[in-house]
């Protein structure tokens, strides 16, 4: 919609008016995002493109809803002001603070308190091994040019003693730091392996993508210690490689298809990154 479309929706419902600011906020690839200032209240106005096939970030206006609705309360993403699907417009309360900068604590302590929330319900993701490799080798099998290299070898790994309402796409979706720290952009969440989203903070391709430095060893010790669940640190090691053999697909995949010179640069560099996370030279 346009702006002046917007602002009539939102002054439909009480949430603007004529003196409200409207703002476009530079958001990730797909959806349109506002900043929308009115008297005293900030909100985010965030209109839904379509959702994309066979990606793995899938865009799901209904599931951010209700991922909001079900963290209210746990100091770990914005407060939900209200869902239009006709629209496929969503309004939340604006962080107002800045990006992530390196919080490590920051990102342990709220990884904890979002296992309160309820998962029940939502898409569920792999969760063996065999499976996540499978869904990497599928998108190394669109590719035009894939990398030599080959998946990682199996481990046993049972199932995860708990299933956690996980964000799958944590990144640089992160704004502010300590107990303000919150995760933003809930569009693709899943019921599934807290480990899926400590991955998607600590891979080195999340990070090239939000155009953010890889984590140091350092940042990632600061990040296990401050966890302090060694068992959950035990289980990632056996994970990781399975996750960044996937992602790595992705990267290769989104490479391939997009057509934004800077952006496939950016996919290309990722992937050599995360084949050398998972254990392979690139």
């Known amino acids: ?5 917007l602002r009539d929706f939102l002054s439909s419902h009480g949430l603007a008016d004529s003196q409200t600011a409207l703002r476009t906020l530079k958001g990730g690839y797909l959806n349109t995002v506002w900043r929308v200032d009115t008297g005293d209240l900030c909100f ?3 209109e839904f493109a379509k959702p994309m096939a066979g990606t793995l970030f899938p865009n799901l206006p209904e599931d951010e809803a209700e991922a909001l609705h079900r963290l209210a309360g746990l100091d770990v993403a914005p407060d939900l002001v209200g869902f239009w699907p006709d629209a496929s417009l969503l309004v939340y309360d604006y962080v107002e603070a800045d990006m ?4 490590m604590q920051g990102v342990a302590q709220l990884l904890l308190r979002k296992e309160a929330a309820d998962p029940t319900g939502f898409r569920a993701v792999p969760l063996a091994i065999p499976d996540i490799i499978a869904e990497g080798d599928a998108l190394f099998a669109r590719c035009t040019s894939p990398p030599c290299a080959s998946p990682p070898p ?7 003693q708990k299933f956690s309402l996980i964000h799958t796409d944590i990144g640089v979706n992160l704004v502010g730091e ?4 919150r995760l933003i952009d809930w569009q693709c969440p899943a019921i599934g392996d807290i480990c899926e989203d400590i991955y998607s903070f600590l ?32 289980r990632y090691d056996l994970l990781r490689p399975a996750y960044a053999w996937r992602f790595a697909g992705y990267c290769a995949w989104r490479a391939d298809v997009l057509e934004d010179a800077a952006i496939c640069a950016r996919y290309r560099r990722a992937l050599a990154e995360e084949l050398i996370y998972m254990g392979h030279q690139a």
């Open 1 to 5: 919609m346009t702006e002046s479309e």
């Open 44 to 46: 985010v106005a965030k």
């Open 100 to 103: 992530w900068s390196g919080d």
């Open 154 to 160: 199996v481990a046993d790994v049972p199932p995860p």
């Open 178 to 181: 300590g107990s303000g720290l």
């Open 203 to 234: 891979s080195p391709a999340f990070q090239i993508l939000g155009e953010r430095a890889s984590l140091t060893d350092a940042q990632v010790r600061d990040f296990w210690d401050a966890l302090a669940r060694p068992d959950l640190e035990e």
